[in-house]
């Protein structure tokens, strides 16, 4: 006979379909039960979408109040008790500001959208300007429900437009109703403007907007928006050299160590970057990558020669048994040296001499203290939850888990 347990034999294994063949009455008392398995319960959950039995809904808003339950659980069942009123006391408490497990705050938060809490709009503006997705989502879904039950105007009346995160929310809005955002472009906030160029969508538009937009900031949003619509190379290219191929100049990065960098990390970055950047990797040849393999066998062949006795070589990931990125790790003594796979550049602790000098005569680039820790101005990158410039140490060689 099915039931749970066969159901979701191991945690990550749960049969949905299955789930939401059994009872409702039995998935009800396993979840309200906090004795089963919280990857159990959860499944479980999701399986009474549509379906709750109404006399089961006080033992699980039981659940949702008890801060010793599973994070998870009491997450998912916020979803499935959307809409009951009885919880936004609950939601509202002045205890709920020191809830700390993770995903509580913004499930709470978001379930105070869908209860039609006005007074969470700002706190929900915030969250749907978040960089992390899942943040996101809650928010707009939050905000979302506010819109369809006081309507827009309300909504945006409440939250203003002083702050960087209630201006997305206005672009949001806007151009749900079929509003024209190219205005947003010339926002002080790169978050916005990034934002607005996403949802541009009629190229001929963005072409006339080149000669009214006020900044030059502003002009390569159009640009960048302009390129992604059409991918026209050329047309970037001439309109980069009409705004006289404006760049971020950063104190100390030379062209080699810009070339790498820009083409490595530009189109990628993150929305607060300075749109220079993105607009000079469209518009500048790449400097293409070295062979790795004829690389690394190189530094090998150059350390050895040097009397040392190298280790073979282990991407960053591999090192550290997680993860990737841009080097390798060759291990000589109690030292290690780092190859980067973005150029002819190595780097390590600055007492290496003997490795230093060995594969600087085999062609390679030292990168010293001094250059490692020049700041690549307003590329903003993610590196380790944080979204923000980083150092050329960091950038040659990264590695993220």
Avoid at 23 to 33: F, G, H, I, K, S
Avoid at 138 to 165: K, N, T
Avoid at 214 to 232: C, H, Q
Avoid at 347 to 366: C, K, N, V
Wanted: proline residues 6%; charged residues 25%.
């Amino acid at each position: 006979m099915r039931n749970v347990e066969t159901l979701v034999p191991n945690a990550g294994q749960a049969d949905a379909a299955g789930l939401r063949e059994l009872d409702a009455d039995v998935l009800a008392r396993y979840v309200a039960d906090p004795a089963h398995p919280w990857w159990r319960r959860r499944p479980c959950v999701l399986a009474l979408a549509g379906r709750l039995p109404e006399r089961h809904v006080a033992d699980l808003i039981a659940r949702v109040s008890d801060p010793g339950d599973v994070a998870e659980v009491r997450i998912a069942l916020l979803d499935l008790l959307a809409g009951r009123a009885e919880l936004l006391p609950w939601l509202k408490h002045e205890d709920r500001q020191r809830e700390r497990s993770y995903g509580m705050p913004e499930a709470i938060l978001k379930a105070r959208g869908l209860l039609g809490d006005r007074s969470a709009a700002r706190e929900l503006a915030t969250l749907a300007a978040s960089p992390w997705p899942r943040w996101r989502t809650a928010g707009e879904a939050g905000l979302d429900a506010l819109v369809m039950r006081y309507g827009v105007e309300v909504i945006l009346a409440d939250l203003g437009d002083v702050r960087p995160e209630d201006r997305v929310f206005h672009v949001r809005m806007r151009h749900r109703t079929g509003a024209d955002v190219t205005d947003a472009l010339a926002d002080p906030d790169r978050g916005v403007a990034y934002l607005a160029q996403s949802l541009l969508s009629n190229p001929d538009r963005l072409r006339s907007h080149l000669d009214e937009a006020p900044t030059i900031e502003a002009r390569l949003w159009t640009t960048y928006a302009l390129y992604r619509l059409t991918g026209d190379a050329a047309e970037t290219r001439a309109i980069y050299d009409v705004l006289g191929r404006p760049r971020v100049e950063v104190a100390g990065l030379d062209d080699e160590l810009r070339s790498a960098i820009l083409h490595e990390y530009a189109s990628g970055c993150e929305p607060h970057s300075d749109p220079r950047w993105r607009i000079e990797a469209l518009c500048t040849e790449p400097p293409g990558h070295p062979d790795q393999d004829e690389q690394l066998r190189r530094a090998m062949d150059a350390l050895t020669a040097a009397g040392l006795t190298p280790k073979p070589p282990l991407s960053c990931g591999e090192h550290n048994q997680q993860g990737g990125g841009t080097y390798h790790v060759i291990e000589f003594g109690e030292s290690e040296l780092f190859i980067s796979a973005l150029g002819r550049f190595a780097g390590g602790a600055d007492t290496d001499l003997i490795a230093r000098q060995a594969l600087e005569s085999a062609g390679f680039r030292w990168i010293d203290e001094t250059t490692g820790a020049i700041r690549v101005t307003d590329l903003c990158v993610y590196y380790f939850g944080k979204r923000e410039p980083i150092s050329v140490d960091t950038l040659l060689f990264y590695w993220q888990d």
